[in-house]
């Protein structure tokens, strides 16, 4: 079993900033992929960014050049970092990572719980 603990979450007023952060940990053998993920108020769940591992980062267009994901692979975590907020990224954020856990085994798909991110008008 594999669990995903995400934090750094909060309110804050447009323009600011705000760093998420998400450590896996359990049955890990290798990951293949991590990401952040959010979902808005009555909408589903779209990508923000992910970073495969040695491989290139991806970001929806609407976070491009405000957020930055990165990976301390030593540590199994990925961090987004949040600028120029505006109330449209108000969500729920959530970390997914593609994890291994023996060698041989399928990729499997890992999902926290949620942080929720407000940005105030």
């Known amino acids: 079993q594999v669990q995903l603990v995400e934090s750094g979450g909060g309110l804050v007023q447009a323009g600011g900033s705000l760093r998420l952060s998400c450590a896996a940990s359990g049955s890990i053998f290798s990951i293949t992929a991590m990401g952040w993920y959010r979902r808005g108020p009555g909408e589903q769940r779209v990508l923000v960014a992910t970073i495969p591992t040695g491989g290139t980062k991806n970001y929806a267009e609407s976070v491009k050049g405000r957020f930055i994901i990165d990976r301390d692979n030593a540590k199994n975590t990925v961090y987004l970092q949040m600028n120029s907020l505006k109330p449209e990224d108000t969500a729920v954020y959530f970390c997914?990572?593609?994890?291994?856990?023996?060698?041989?085994?399928?990729?499997?798909?890992?999902w926290g719980q949620g942080t929720q991110v407000t940005v105030s008008s």
């Open positions: 997914n990572a593609v994890v291994k856990t023996y060698r041989a085994s399928p990729q499997y798909n890992y």
